[in-house]
């Protein structure tokens, strides 16, 4: 969708569309409430700035809407759709990368009570399994912090595939 198309959706369809960048309510609102954007530069500078001020609960909240690395994503919603394109790489993973991702995730969810977060999208199945793996090595705060930056990042990179500057 265009720029303008987005500075003038009602409020409710603009925070639905913001909830498949980042499921996270306060940060959706936020964004909403501070249209209309000049650029898209502008809307990803604003939406950035809020997401770095994300904490644990934000991050539970979000999760609750991602699948694991690895699960086929079933529905077409805008977010299935986004997980589908970002995921690609797991879906031809030979099946030992399939296995492992799938005890990666057991272990992950195990240790951190919670779905392993990555940025999927660019990254090869065997780098997602080596930053599973890696990642099982943090302590619980390095591990948030991390699982917020990728958060930012996904949300970030699905704003870019969805809003575009209006055509001159």
Same mark, same amino acid.
């Given at each position: 969708?265009?720029?303008?198309?987005?500075?003038?959706?009602?409020?409710?369809?603009?925070?639905?569309?913001?909830?498949?960048?980042?499921?996270?309510?306060?940060?959706?609102?936020?964004?909403?409430?501070?249209?209309?954007?000049?650029?898209? =530069?502008?809307?990803?500078?604003?939406?950035? %700035? @809020?997401?770095?001020?994300?904490? &644990?609960? =934000?991050? =539970?909240?979000?999760?609750?809407?991602?699948?694991?690395?690895?699960? #086929?994503?079933?529905? &077409?919603?805008? $977010?299935?759709?986004?997980?589908?394109?970002?995921?690609?790489?797991?879906?031809?993973?030979?099946? %030992?990368?399939?296995?492992?991702?799938?005890?990666?995730?057991?272990?992950? $969810?195990? #240790?951190? %009570?919670?779905?392993?977060?990555?940025?999927?999208?660019?990254?090869?199945?065997?780098?997602?399994?080596?930053?599973?793996?890696?990642?099982?090595?943090?302590?619980?705060?390095?591990?948030?912090?991390?699982?917020?930056?990728?958060?930012? $990042?996904?949300? @970030? @990179?699905?704003?870019?595939?969805?809003?575009?500057?209006?055509? #001159?």
């Amino acid at each position: 969708m265009h720029l303008t198309e987005f500075n003038a959706m009602d409020a409710d369809t603009a925070t639905s569309t913001v909830a498949v960048w980042a499921a996270v309510p306060a940060w959706a609102s936020a964004i909403v409430a501070a249209r209309p954007y000049a650029s898209v =530069d502008a809307l990803v500078a604003h939406a950035d %700035g @809020l997401a770095r001020q994300w904490d &644990a609960a =934000d991050l =539970d909240a979000a999760l609750a809407h991602h699948p694991r690395i690895g699960q #086929r994503v079933a529905g &077409a919603s805008a $977010e299935a759709t986004h997980s589908r394109s970002e995921q690609s790489a797991m879906a031809v993973a030979s099946d %030992g990368i399939a296995a492992d991702m799938a005890a990666a995730n057991a272990a992950y $969810e195990e #240790r951190f %009570g919670r779905v392993f977060l990555i940025r999927a999208a660019g990254r090869s199945a065997e780098e997602m399994l080596a930053e599973a793996r890696r990642r099982l090595g943090n302590d619980d705060p390095a591990e948030s912090a991390e699982a917020l930056t990728q958060l930012r $990042e996904i949300a @970030l @990179l699905r704003l870019r595939s969805t809003v575009t500057e209006d055509d #001159r």
